[in-house]
Structure formats: structure tokens, C-alpha cells
């Protein structure tokens, strides 16, 4: 489909894959990177990517929420544009509950019993994803659904289905290193690092 061959494309021109030893956010240790926060500093790249999201929110049915929260730190623009673009409340979740104030860890208003789209970026163990339901479901938030780009499929839609939420994503892993394999954008080798052969 042209959308997924759009949002390769537009990993390419904004350098966001890259290969090494990095550090995930779930302690793992991964060979290759994505850093989708890389698109906030390409504009024509963003507004793109905005629409795969919409696209994503049109399959939840936007009826079925109430609010988008966005997920720190890379969640937090692609929701907070959404949440614009589609006209709902924004919230978001702190990564702790700050010391002073109120300290809450849900920030924006959010009434008991309101149905909350949760957005992020990507999707790895479904670790970062859970602790943010389970500060929405503290404060009488329903979360039933979550989006994101990209799926790294490291058992997160798994994780996230024995809480009940169901997990739409944009594009799979496996599903992008193929694409960028047949693109020639990408070598064997470094296919096979994404897909984990």
C-alpha cells in the first residue's frame, strides 16, 4: 500500500533507523534504533505521519473516546497534534507522579469514567504503555484502545490484550524491514537484525 511505502520513505529521509547496540526503554538490548521523534523536525514528514494516525483513530471510531493521552516523551507530540487535529482533550502521562503540586501523574483534565485513547510513537514490550493505563485507570480513566506507528512485536499486543486493550499499530516490524529490504535501502544482514532471524 502507497501509505506504508510513504511512512519507509519518510524513515529514510529523516534518518530515523539506525543500526548498532543500543538501549531500549524496557532495559532490552536491541541492534537497530528508531527514533521517531526525529520527524518532529521535518514538517511535510510530520503532517504525513499525522494522518497515518488519523487514520488509526478513524479504525477505534473517534465516538469511542472521550480524551487522547499521549505517552512521555515521544508520545506526547504526535498525541498533542492529533488531539488537535481531531478536536479532543489532551492529557498526559507522567513518566512519576511530580513531588509537589497535586501530584498526579495524569496531567489535564480527566473525569471518572471517560474513555481514553492512549498514543505512542512505537510499541516494544508494552512496559511504558502499561504503566500509563494503569495511572488512567487510578484516576477512574477506561482505556480500551491504543495506537501507535510501529509494533517492534516483542509481545506488547499480547500484554496489552490480557488488560483488555486492543493495540492498533501502523506498520509491524517486520512489515518495515521488509519494505526497506525490497527499497534496497537496507542490507540482509540488517534485515535479519529487525526481524530477528
Do not use: W
Not at 469511542?64 to 498526559?92: E, M
Not at 498514543?119 to 488512567?136: C, E, F, Q, W, Y
Request: aromatic residues 8%.
Amino acid at each position: 500500500m502507497q501509505d506504508e511505502l510513504d511512512f519507509c520513505r519518510i524513515l529514510l529521509k529523516t534518518g530515523a533507523v539506525k543500526f548498532g547496540i543500543f538501549k531500549l526503554t524496557s532495559g532490552k538490548i536491541s541492534s537497530y534504533y528508531i527514533d521517531l521523534r526525529l520527524i518532529l523536525s521535518f514538517p511535510e514528514a510530520l503532517k504525513k505521519v499525522i494522518e497515518f494516525y488519523e487514520k488509526l483513530a478513524n479504525s477505534v471510531g473517534v465516538n469511542n473516546f472521550q480524551r487522547i493521552a499521549g505517552i512521555p516523551t515521544a508520545g506526547v507530540p504526535f498525541a498533542s497534534i492529533l488531539a488537535f487535529k481531531l478536536s479532543k482533550p489532551f492529557i498526559y502521562v507522567r513518566k512519576e507522579a511530580k513531588p509537589h503540586g497535586r501530584e498526579r501523574r495524569v496531567e489535564g483534565l480527566l473525569y471518572p469514567g471517560e474513555k481514553i485513547l492512549i498514543v505512542d510513537d512505537l510499541i516494544t514490550t508494552g512496559k511504558s504503555m502499561l504503566n500509563a493505563i494503569n495511572a488512567i485507570k487510578s484516576e477512574g480513566g477506561i482505556v480500551t484502545d491504543a495506537i501507535v506507528l510501529i509494533d517492534r512485536e516483542e509481545g506488547a499486543q499480547e500484554k496489552l490484550m490480557e488488560e483488555n486493550v486492543n493495540l492498533k499499530c501502523f506498520m509491524k516490524i517486520s512489515e518495515i524491514a521488509k519494505k526497506l529490504l525490497d527499497m534496497d535501502a537496507i542490507n540482509i544482514e540488517e534485515y535479519e537484525k529487525m526481524v530477528k532471524i
